[in-house]
């Protein structure tokens, strides 16, 4: 009986030892994950930092905030970086046009018009459109063709109007007829866009070039 006795305490002192080594490993492993967690977490958001320390202004055109009665431009947002460059997410039918079956989430339709200054989202006309438009650090204007972007989900940018290189920077106004976008020069001089940023001339160019892509 004693013999029993003291088997039982001994398989007893196993077990007892067996858990306890195993909510160490338990613990310990729970610990390294919550590490690791907090390590990630941390250089997630570290990088996330750096990203905005590069940002120089965003918009978020299709938010409820900032749609109002407008025309959506199937876009989740648009970045001006501080070098210049501008990122623009696309969604809808603009992202289907631009990026197809690609893995990429974003375009920069401003990669050929050089370095932006400054950039700006403002209200043209009166039926609720919007066009894209910045000035380039040379000081020429360059812009999203709004007809293309509304009307057709494709992002076409139209470079040098006004035929200026002197602009320092854009403005909108609204009139008895609508809004309307005037540049503005380092001779004082005002320069309304309106005629050639409602123009069809840049749409008509890019459905001939995805013709000539067709043949």
Known sequence: MKKLIALLLALL?????????????????TETQETEAAEEEAEIEEEAKE?????????????????GHDLPLEIESITLYKDGSVRIVPT????????????????MPFAESGPLKDLYVYRIGNGGYRVILGVTEEGTVSAVNALAL??????????????RD???SIEQSEGEDGYSIVGKTEE????????????????????????????
Request: with cysteine; charged share 40%; hydrophobic share 35%.
């Open 13 to 29: 002192m196993m077990l007892s030892a067996s858990f306890a080594l195993t909510s160490c490993k338990d613990k310990e492993n």
């Open 51 to 67: 990203d905005m320390a590069e940002v120089a202004k965003t918009f978020a055109p299709d938010s409820e905030e900032e749609l």
């Open 92 to 107: 809808g039918d603009l992202k289907k046009n631009e990026l197809g079956d690609s893995d990429a989430d974003s375009i």
């Open 150 to 163: 509304l009307e057709d989900h494709i992002a076409v940018v139209m470079d040098n109007l006004g035929g």
């Open 166 to 168: 002197s602009f320092i």
């Open 188 to 215: 004082g001089d005002d320069v309304v866009l309106d005629p050639v940023l409602l123009s069809d001339e840049a749409r008509g160019s890019a459905e001939d070039e995805e013709e000539e892509e067709e043949e």
